[in-house]
Each structure stands twice: as structure tokens, then as C-alpha cells.
């Protein structure tokens, strides 16, 4: 059995995600967000065109929308108005690449949460989307909260006894691609695997946690 298969298995039981509605009739933009979003762990649904959104909202229990502003058929206000008839509590998120005083009021009026100006970084999307979560009082999955905190507390410690992957893969028999994995959260690590790593880092396996 490969060590991708062994580490499969989920430190904790299923928990529904943060799930995401990305409207925006750029095919590179929708693109993009579902790529980063999708990897920082959100379950996305991206739509571009916006006729479409309010029966996306209507069955689809997002938490967080993601909203261009300039579309043909119906702009962003306009569907943000019909969203709004329908869910008054989804946490949206405006996106424009022209931004103006007009806009921005009337978005706020329609309890937009944020504002996303284009071009925007990736830095910028996770900022906005980070502040929008806390707006709304919501949380990643704890299982995923877990992933990230072992996977930085390793990273950091690796890093002070500047050990790189490759001395940490030879040190615990582990492969340098699944070391990798569980320092970005992308897999989560088997009791097993924390023990050779905490081994290798000369610390106890409990500290990998963190504050968790």
C-alpha cells in the first residue's frame, strides 16, 4: 500500500464544508477562484451566467458568494437584488474591475460584505474571503483546521532545526511528496507517520498539535 493511501484516511468524522457560489461570465476568472478556493479546502460551484445565480442560491446552501459586478444579460446589482430576495443572510462578495463611490454604496445597501478589486492577487481573494468568514461567524471543518495546524506546527519545526524534506524523508522512511502534502493539509497524517515525525523533530508527538 502506498503511503497516499495509508495517510487517506481522516483524522475525524464527515463535516460539511464552507461551500462557495462564484457568478462571474470570465471563464479565467471563474477559473482561477475555483483552483484556489477548491485547494484552500471550500466546496465551489462557479456559474457565468447570472440569470442563474438565484436558482443556484435557492437549492444550493452556499455560505459565501463571490459576485462580478459587470455581466451582460443581468449585472451584478441587479442580481444581487434578486439574491437578496431569496437570502437575506448569504455573505456576498463583490467583485469589479471598475470600481466606483456609486457601486460601492449601493452594494453595501444590499449587505454586500466586501469588495474584491481586479486584478487581484491570490493573496487578496484569500484576505477578503478570510474576512467575509469571520463576518459571518463561520469555520472551517474541524478536521481541516486540524490538517492546517499540524501541517504549519511540522513546517515551522522542520525549519527551526533546518531540516529540509528531503533529511525529514530519509529520517522517517516517509516519501518527500507525502511530507509535502501534510505540511500544506492537502493529506492528513496517520498516528504512525506523527510518531516518525515528531521522532525526527526530536519533540513529542502531542506538540505537533498545537493549541488545537
Same mark, same amino acid.
Given at each position: 500500500?502506498?503511503?497516499?493511501?495509508?495517510?487517506?484516511?481522516?483524522?475525524?468524522?464527515?463535516?460539511?464544508?464552507?461551500?462557495?457560489?462564484?457568478?462571474?461570465?470570465?471563464?479565467?476568472?471563474?477559473?482561477?477562484?475555483?483552483?484556489?478556493?477548491?485547494?484552500?479546502?471550500?466546496?465551489?460551484?462557479?456559474?457565468?451566467?447570472?440569470?442563474?445565480?438565484?436558482? !443556484?442560491?435557492?437549492?444550493?446552501?452556499?455560505?459565501?458568494?463571490?459576485?462580478?459586478?459587470?455581466?451582460?444579460?443581468?449585472?451584478?446589482?441587479?442580481?444581487?437584488?434578486?439574491?437578496?430576495?431569496?437570502?437575506?443572510?448569504?455573505?456576498?462578495?463583490?467583485?469589479?474591475?471598475?470600481?466606483?463611490?456609486?457601486?460601492?454604496?449601493?452594494?453595501?445597501?444590499?449587505?454586500?460584505?466586501?469588495?474584491?478589486?481586479?486584478?487581484?492577487?491570490?493573496?487578496?481573494?484569500?484576505?477578503?474571503?478570510?474576512?467575509?468568514?469571520?463576518?459571518?461567524?463561520?469555520?472551517?471543518?474541524?478536521?481541516?483546521?486540524?490538517?492546517?495546524?499540524?501541517?504549519?506546527?511540522?513546517?515551522?519545526?522542520?525549519?527551526?532545526?533546518?531540516?529540509?524534506?528531503?533529511?525529514? !524523508?530519509?529520517?522517517?522512511?516517509?516519501?518527500?511528496?507525502?511530507?509535502?502534502?501534510?505540511?500544506? !493539509?492537502?493529506?492528513? !497524517?496517520?498516528?504512525s507517520s506523527l510518531y516518525k515525525i515528531a521522532?525526527?523533530?526530536?519533540?513529542?508527538?502531542?506538540?505537533?498539535?498545537?493549541?488545537?
Open positions: 500500500m502506498s503511503n497516499t493511501s495509508e495517510e487517506a484516511t481522516a483524522l475525524g468524522g464527515p463535516v460539511q464544508s464552507v461551500r462557495i457560489l462564484v457568478v462571474d461570465d470570465d471563464a479565467g476568472i471563474c477559473d482561477l477562484l475555483e483552483t484556489v478556493l477548491r485547494k484552500d479546502g471550500f466546496e465551489v460551484q462557479s456559474l457565468r451566467d447570472s440569470t442563474k445565480a438565484v436558482e !443556484a442560491v435557492r437549492v444550493g446552501e452556499f455560505h459565501l458568494c463571490l459576485l462580478d459586478l459587470m455581466m451582460p444579460r443581468q449585472d451584478g446589482l441587479e442580481t444581487l437584488r434578486a439574491i437578496r430576495g431569496l437570502d437575506s443572510d448569504l455573505g456576498v462578495i463583490v467583485i469589479t474591475g471598475y470600481p466606483s463611490l456609486d457601486t460601492a454604496v449601493q452594494s453595501m445597501q444590499l449587505d454586500a460584505l466586501d469588495y474584491l478589486q481586479k486584478p487581484f492577487t491570490v493573496e487578496d481573494l484569500r484576505a477578503v474571503v478570510a474576512r467575509a468568514m469571520k463576518k459571518k461567524g463561520l469555520t472551517r471543518a474541524p478536521e481541516e483546521q486540524l490538517h492546517r495546524v499540524i501541517g504549519e506546527t511540522i513546517r515551522n519545526l522542520r525549519k527551526e532545526r533546518e531540516l529540509t524534506l528531503k533529511q525529514m !524523508a530519509k529520517r522517517t522512511g516517509l516519501s518527500v511528496s507525502l511530507l509535502s502534502q501534510i505540511e500544506r !493539509a492537502e493529506s492528513s !497524517a496517520s498516528i521522532v525526527a523533530l526530536e519533540t513529542r508527538i502531542q506538540d505537533l498539535f498545537g493549541d488545537f
